[in-house]
Every structure is written in C-alpha cells, then in structure tokens.
C-alpha cells in the first residue's frame, strides 16, 4: 500500500463557518501528538480501486489553502461506487466524511475540491472506495502544511 497524505480543516471556498471544519484544532493536534501512531497494514483485492492524489503535489511543500484532486480507477467489469467513499483523520480515524461531502462531490472518476484551507502541521488522513464486485481500494495520504 502506498503512503500519502491529506487532511484535514477543510472550509468551502464561498462560505466560510463553523460547519466546515473537517477536525477541529484540538481533534488535529491530540491526533499528532497520540504516543500511539496507527497504520492501517492490508494487502489490498486483486483489481481492488486505486486512488490517486493529483492535487495538492505532495513532494513539494503544500500551501493553504489549496485544491483537494483524487482520482479513482476500477478494473472492469467493475465501478466505482461513490457512495462508499470513506475518510478517516489522523491516529484515532476520525470519520470526515459527512463534513467533506458538505463541501464537494465524489463521482465514481474522484473528488474534487477547489479550495481548501488547512491548518499548519502534518495531516493524516485514511481514504477508501469500494467498486461494484465489493473490493476495497485504500490510500494513507499524509502532507505537512507551512
């Protein structure tokens, strides 16, 4: 499985209020300073999705706020289903998922967000999509902001 990251106080580019934060400052911070840091360790299905981050580059340092792109792909006969897009942030998985979808749309292609804010640190963030045959693709994406 390979090792990303993405996270975690996302606001809508329009508005922006308390219903936006995808963590708060205090979930973001005990979750980098847990003693304990988790790894989900899994051999995905064969022909499992795959997730891609195309936005924000991750090799390079990321600025806020910034677009959010992932990209999925299925192996036919498969699809993508949307609905089983999940996003979990930080050591204690954290479910975001409700409050990402306030703020974009997953299609069976991705996501994409066009403006995120996020806060300074490092950003933990699990992310999995399920395809039509019940396999489970999933991406650790982790970054740090300055």
């Given amino acids: 499985m390979n090792k990303i990251i993405i996270t975690l106080m996302i606001f809508a580019s329009s508005a922006v209020s308390a219903q936006s934060f995808l963590v708060s400052p ?3 911070h005990e979750s980098n300073n847990a003693l304990i840091q988790i790894s989900p360790r899994s051999t995905p299905a064969i022909g499992a999705p795959l997730i891609q981050v195309i936005i924000p580059k991750l090799s390079s340092v990321v600025v806020s706020p910034t677009p959010i792109e992932l990209k999925f792909q299925s192996v036919a006969p498969s699809n993508v289903k949307p609905e089983s897009f999940r ?60």
Avoid: C, M, W
């Avoid at 930080?90 to 066009?114: A, H, P, R, W, Y």
């Fill in 87 to 146: 996003a979990l942030y930080g050591t204690f998985q954290i479910d975001i998922t409700k409050k990402l979808l306030s703020v974009t749309k997953v299609t069976e292609t991705g996501l994409n967000l066009q403006e995120a804010a996020l806060p300074k640190g490092r950003h933990k963030i699990f992310i999995s999509i399920e395809d039509s045959l019940g396999r489970t693709g999933s991406q650790v994406i982790e970054f740090e902001v300055n």
């Fill in 26 to 28: 205090e979930e973001a």
